[in-house]
């Protein structure tokens, strides 16, 4: 069944602005997608910083490990 008159360049302008509000919408997240990719990624960790923990050692910190050694 299809619909009776239909008017397909008065529910163009009908529909107008709800259709836009829309796009701005996913917009908008997109921008905020890429807000989050960005601070994730400069705040992410760099390779070596804080502290090595191994399986061998039993879990301790390199810094505890070594003031440890030094007792």
Do not use: C
């Not at 994730?40 to 003031?67: F, R, T, Y």
Request: proline residues 6%; charged residues 20%.
């Amino acid at each position: 069944m299809s619909a009776p008159n239909t008017d397909v360049k008065k529910q163009e302008r009908r529909h107008k602005v709800p259709l836009s509000g829309m796009a701005w919408m996913v917009g908008f997240a997109a921008v905020l997608l890429v807000a989050l990719v960005i601070y994730l990624s400069v705040g992410g960790n760099e390779p070596g910083d804080g502290e090595a923990v191994g399986a061998s050692d039993g879990g301790v910190p390199a810094a505890e490990q070594s003031e440890e050694a030094t007792q």
